[in-house]
T-cell receptor, first 111, second 115 residues
Framework: EDQVTQSPEALRLQEGESSSLNCSYTVSGLRGLFWYRQDPGKGPEFLFTLYSAGEEKEKERLKATLTKKESFLHITAPKPEDSATYLCAVQGDNYGQNFVFGPGTRLSVLP | GAVVSQHPSWVICKSGTSVKIECRSLDFQATTMFWYRQFPKQSLMLMATSNEGSKATYEQGVEKDKFLINHASLTLSTLTVTSAHPEDSSFYIC???????????FGQGTRLTVV
Protein backbone atom coordinates (compact mmCIF):
# COMPACT_ATOMS: atom_id res chain seq x y z
CA GLU A 1 0.00 0.00 0.00
CA ASP A 2 1.28 3.43 -0.95
CA GLN A 3 2.12 5.63 2.02
CA VAL A 4 3.34 9.17 2.55
CA THR A 5 4.61 10.59 5.81
CA GLN A 6 5.81 14.10 6.49
CA SER A 7 8.02 15.52 9.20
CA PRO A 8 8.02 17.52 11.27
CA GLU A 9 4.31 17.87 11.93
CA ALA A 10 4.84 21.53 12.78
CA LEU A 11 7.81 23.84 12.50
CA ARG A 12 8.42 27.31 13.85
CA LEU A 13 11.22 29.36 12.33
CA GLN A 14 12.49 32.85 12.81
CA GLU A 15 12.51 34.99 9.71
CA GLY A 16 15.71 34.23 7.80
CA GLU A 17 16.26 30.87 9.50
CA SER A 18 16.62 28.26 6.76
CA SER A 19 15.31 24.72 7.21
CA SER A 20 14.01 21.64 5.41
CA LEU A 21 10.74 19.72 5.39
CA ASN A 22 10.76 16.00 4.79
CA CYS A 23 8.39 13.80 2.79
CA SER A 24 9.03 10.06 3.00
CA TYR A 25 7.13 7.76 0.71
CA THR A 26 6.53 4.12 -0.07
CA VAL A 27 5.02 3.63 -3.48
CA SER A 28 4.95 0.99 -6.14
CA GLY A 29 6.14 2.57 -9.37
CA LEU A 30 6.49 6.28 -8.67
CA ARG A 31 4.88 8.31 -11.42
CA GLY A 32 5.31 11.67 -9.74
CA LEU A 33 5.83 13.46 -6.43
CA PHE A 34 4.07 16.77 -5.91
CA TRP A 35 4.50 19.58 -3.41
CA TYR A 36 1.69 21.96 -2.53
CA ARG A 37 1.26 24.89 -0.19
CA GLN A 38 -2.09 25.40 1.57
CA ASP A 39 -3.17 28.52 3.41
CA PRO A 40 -5.99 28.25 5.99
CA GLY A 41 -9.43 28.13 4.39
CA LYS A 42 -8.06 27.83 0.85
CA GLY A 43 -7.33 25.12 -1.66
CA PRO A 44 -3.76 23.87 -2.10
CA GLU A 45 -1.48 25.83 -4.40
CA PHE A 46 0.80 23.84 -6.69
CA LEU A 47 4.54 24.27 -6.13
CA PHE A 48 6.57 21.48 -7.76
CA THR A 49 6.45 18.17 -9.58
CA LEU A 50 9.37 15.75 -9.37
CA TYR A 51 9.50 12.58 -11.43
CA SER A 52 12.82 10.83 -10.83
CA ALA A 53 15.51 10.48 -8.19
CA GLY A 54 18.11 13.20 -8.42
CA GLU A 55 15.71 15.75 -9.82
CA GLU A 56 15.61 19.23 -8.27
CA LYS A 57 13.28 22.18 -8.78
CA GLU A 58 13.55 25.74 -7.46
CA LYS A 59 11.20 28.64 -7.08
CA GLU A 60 12.18 31.77 -5.18
CA ARG A 61 13.09 30.66 -1.63
CA LEU A 62 11.97 27.07 -2.16
CA LYS A 63 13.90 24.12 -3.52
CA ALA A 64 12.55 20.59 -3.83
CA THR A 65 14.72 17.49 -4.17
CA LEU A 66 13.91 13.83 -4.69
CA THR A 67 15.55 10.52 -3.82
CA LYS A 68 14.16 7.02 -4.19
CA LYS A 69 12.65 7.13 -0.70
CA GLU A 70 12.07 10.76 0.19
CA SER A 71 11.77 14.33 -0.92
CA PHE A 72 12.91 17.48 0.81
CA LEU A 73 11.52 20.95 0.55
CA HIS A 74 14.30 23.36 1.46
CA ILE A 75 13.29 26.85 2.54
CA THR A 76 16.05 29.44 2.39
CA ALA A 77 15.78 32.63 4.42
CA PRO A 78 12.03 32.28 4.94
CA LYS A 79 9.70 35.22 5.37
CA PRO A 80 6.47 35.40 7.40
CA GLU A 81 4.47 35.07 4.17
CA ASP A 82 5.93 31.57 3.75
CA SER A 83 3.83 30.47 6.73
CA ALA A 84 1.42 27.77 5.52
CA THR A 85 0.86 24.03 5.53
CA TYR A 86 3.04 22.23 3.01
CA LEU A 87 1.59 19.06 1.54
CA CYS A 88 3.41 16.30 -0.29
CA ALA A 89 1.60 13.85 -2.57
CA VAL A 90 2.65 10.89 -4.69
CA GLN A 91 1.16 9.13 -7.64
CA GLY A 92 2.09 5.50 -8.15
CA ASP A 93 1.07 2.49 -10.15
CA ASN A 94 -1.29 1.12 -7.49
CA TYR A 95 -3.85 3.91 -7.56
CA GLY A 96 -3.90 4.86 -11.20
CA GLN A 97 -4.54 8.55 -11.56
CA ASN A 98 -5.11 9.26 -7.86
CA PHE A 99 -2.74 11.04 -5.48
CA VAL A 100 -1.83 9.86 -2.00
CA PHE A 101 -1.36 12.88 0.24
CA GLY A 102 0.80 13.16 3.31
CA PRO A 103 -0.53 14.76 6.51
CA GLY A 104 1.35 18.00 5.88
CA THR A 105 3.82 20.16 7.78
CA ARG A 106 2.51 23.37 9.37
CA LEU A 107 5.17 26.01 8.99
CA SER A 108 5.14 29.24 10.99
CA VAL A 109 7.73 31.92 10.24
CA LEU A 110 7.99 34.53 12.93
CA PRO A 111 9.10 38.09 12.17
CA GLY B 1 -0.11 27.94 -13.25
CA ALA B 2 -3.45 26.74 -14.51
CA VAL B 3 -6.61 28.11 -12.90
CA VAL B 4 -9.40 26.10 -11.36
CA SER B 5 -12.43 28.02 -10.15
CA GLN B 6 -14.77 26.59 -7.52
CA HIS B 7 -18.14 28.06 -6.52
CA PRO B 8 -19.53 28.91 -4.13
CA SER B 9 -16.70 29.55 -1.65
CA TRP B 10 -19.10 29.10 1.21
CA VAL B 11 -22.71 28.02 1.61
CA ILE B 12 -25.11 27.55 4.49
CA CYS B 13 -28.09 25.30 3.95
CA LYS B 14 -30.89 23.76 5.97
CA SER B 15 -30.81 20.12 6.93
CA GLY B 16 -32.56 17.99 4.29
CA THR B 17 -31.85 20.28 1.35
CA SER B 18 -29.40 19.73 -1.50
CA VAL B 19 -26.39 21.82 -2.40
CA LYS B 20 -24.49 21.94 -5.68
CA ILE B 21 -20.81 22.91 -5.91
CA GLU B 22 -19.23 23.74 -9.26
CA CYS B 23 -15.63 23.24 -10.32
CA ARG B 24 -14.35 24.75 -13.56
CA SER B 25 -10.97 24.59 -15.24
CA LEU B 26 -10.66 28.05 -16.78
CA ASP B 27 -7.69 27.79 -19.09
CA PHE B 28 -7.21 24.10 -19.82
CA GLN B 29 -9.20 20.99 -20.58
CA ALA B 30 -9.34 18.70 -17.59
CA THR B 31 -9.20 15.02 -18.44
CA THR B 32 -9.67 14.14 -14.80
CA MET B 33 -11.23 15.94 -11.86
CA PHE B 34 -11.04 15.01 -8.21
CA TRP B 35 -13.23 15.85 -5.24
CA TYR B 36 -11.82 15.98 -1.73
CA ARG B 37 -13.13 16.60 1.73
CA GLN B 38 -10.96 18.16 4.40
CA PHE B 39 -11.56 18.22 8.14
CA PRO B 40 -9.92 20.85 10.36
CA LYS B 41 -6.15 20.41 10.68
CA GLN B 42 -6.25 17.23 8.61
CA SER B 43 -5.03 16.38 5.16
CA LEU B 44 -7.16 15.90 2.07
CA MET B 45 -9.48 12.92 1.88
CA LEU B 46 -10.26 11.81 -1.65
CA MET B 47 -13.98 11.29 -2.22
CA ALA B 48 -14.15 10.50 -5.91
CA THR B 49 -12.43 10.75 -9.26
CA SER B 50 -14.25 11.63 -12.44
CA ASN B 51 -13.40 11.64 -16.12
CA GLU B 52 -15.36 13.61 -18.65
CA GLY B 53 -18.36 11.68 -19.92
CA SER B 54 -17.84 8.78 -17.53
CA LYS B 55 -19.33 7.81 -14.21
CA ALA B 56 -17.33 8.91 -11.20
CA THR B 57 -15.26 6.41 -9.26
CA TYR B 58 -15.98 6.74 -5.56
CA GLU B 59 -13.63 5.89 -2.74
CA GLN B 60 -14.61 3.25 -0.26
CA GLY B 61 -16.99 4.57 2.35
CA VAL B 62 -18.26 7.50 0.26
CA GLU B 63 -22.00 7.30 -0.40
CA LYS B 64 -22.65 7.58 -4.13
CA ASP B 65 -26.30 8.52 -3.63
CA LYS B 66 -25.46 11.32 -1.22
CA PHE B 67 -22.55 12.83 -3.12
CA LEU B 68 -23.56 13.04 -6.76
CA ILE B 69 -20.76 13.90 -9.15
CA ASN B 70 -21.26 14.97 -12.74
CA HIS B 71 -18.43 15.64 -15.17
CA ALA B 72 -20.38 16.81 -18.17
CA SER B 73 -17.58 18.55 -20.05
CA LEU B 74 -13.80 18.86 -20.11
CA THR B 75 -14.02 22.06 -18.08
CA LEU B 76 -16.85 21.45 -15.60
CA SER B 77 -17.55 19.04 -12.80
CA THR B 78 -20.23 19.37 -10.15
CA LEU B 79 -20.68 17.85 -6.72
CA THR B 80 -24.21 17.75 -5.34
CA VAL B 81 -24.65 16.97 -1.67
CA THR B 82 -28.16 15.56 -1.46
CA SER B 83 -30.34 15.67 1.65
CA ALA B 84 -27.56 17.35 3.55
CA HIS B 85 -27.21 16.83 7.30
CA PRO B 86 -25.03 18.60 9.87
CA GLU B 87 -22.43 15.82 9.68
CA ASP B 88 -21.90 16.74 6.01
CA SER B 89 -20.59 20.13 7.10
CA SER B 90 -17.02 20.32 5.91
CA PHE B 91 -14.55 21.93 3.52
CA TYR B 92 -14.90 20.49 0.02
CA ILE B 93 -12.15 20.99 -2.58
CA CYS B 94 -11.95 20.05 -6.23
CA UNK B 95 -8.90 19.63 -8.39
CA UNK B 96 -8.28 19.09 -12.08
CA UNK B 97 -5.45 17.82 -14.22
CA UNK B 98 -4.89 17.94 -17.95
CA UNK B 99 -3.00 14.70 -18.41
CA UNK B 100 -1.86 11.51 -16.75
CA UNK B 101 1.07 11.83 -14.34
CA UNK B 102 0.87 15.63 -14.34
CA UNK B 103 0.22 17.92 -11.43
CA UNK B 104 -3.33 18.73 -10.39
CA UNK B 105 -4.58 22.26 -9.78
CA PHE B 106 -6.99 22.98 -6.99
CA GLY B 107 -10.01 25.17 -6.61
CA GLN B 108 -10.42 27.60 -3.73
CA GLY B 109 -12.58 25.21 -1.76
CA THR B 110 -16.17 25.41 -0.53
CA ARG B 111 -17.07 25.67 3.14
CA LEU B 112 -20.41 23.89 3.60
CA THR B 113 -22.36 24.42 6.79
CA VAL B 114 -25.58 22.49 7.29
CA VAL B 115 -27.87 23.84 10.00
Amino acid sequence: EDQVTQSPEALRLQEGESSSLNCSYTVSGLRGLFWYRQDPGKGPEFLFTLYSAGEEKEKERLKATLTKKESFLHITAPKPEDSATYLCAVQGDNYGQNFVFGPGTRLSVLP
Amino acid sequence: GAVVSQHPSWVICKSGTSVKIECRSLDFQATTMFWYRQFPKQSLMLMATSNEGSKATYEQGVEKDKFLINHASLTLSTLTVTSAHPEDSSFYICSARFGANTEAFFGQGTRLTVV
